[in-house]
């Protein structure tokens, strides 16, 4: 009924969602849900859309998780992995331990990195890396004194506050 690979010894069971699925419109993506918020599905939903990115050209596979969780991790196919046709990109994702979040961040880094594809420079990720770049870039001599004194300012505010009085101070 079901096609079934077999990776490492183990028999995972395929479930697709490529190109026999035909039609004018993606009534496939209507009938999914993601155990997520549902402004975050749709927001995912309008972002594969604005990139054409269609379920219909999406490949689907659940695969067994590895590392900690347990009994469970061994027992539920929580991995997935996902392909997009058309680009030839692949994501594996097993973040968390439920199926249904791990196909929605699929979706997700398939959409990154289609829209990283597309958009160069401006992607996201190149937009982080530039901040990055900034916030580290060394400042001017003229913005490092004007901070200096900013800070010798306020040292000398908690100076005052601290102030304790010597008992001389006290006699007169």
Do not use: W
Request: glycine letters at 6%.
């Amino acid at each position: 009924m079901f096609p079934f690979l077999t990776s490492g010894g183990k028999k995972v069971r395929i479930i697709t969602g490529g190109p026999s699925h035909k039609g004018k419109e993606d009534t496939m993506a209507e009938k999914l849900s993601f155990g997520v918020n549902k402004s975050k599905e749709r927001a995912l939903r309008r972002r594969m859309k604005r990139l054409k990115i269609y379920e219909k050209d999406l490949v689907e596979n659940f695969i067994r998780s590895s590392g900690k969780g347990g009994q469970r991790t061994n027992k539920v196919a929580t991995c997935v992995y996902l392909k997009h046709i058309p680009t030839g990109l692949e994501v594996k994702c097993q973040k968390e331990r439920q199926q249904s979040i791990n196909r929605f961040l699929a979706r997700r880094l398939i959409a990154d990195k289609i829209e990283s594809m597309i958009l160069g420079k401006k992607s996201r990720e190149q937009q982080r890396i530039e901040k990055l770049r900034r916030q580290k870039r060394k400042r001017s001599k003229r913005a490092k004194e004007k901070m200096l004194e900013e800070k010798k300012k306020q040292s000398e505010k908690k100076k005052m506050r601290s102030y304790k009085p010597e008992p001389e101070d006290f006699e007169k």
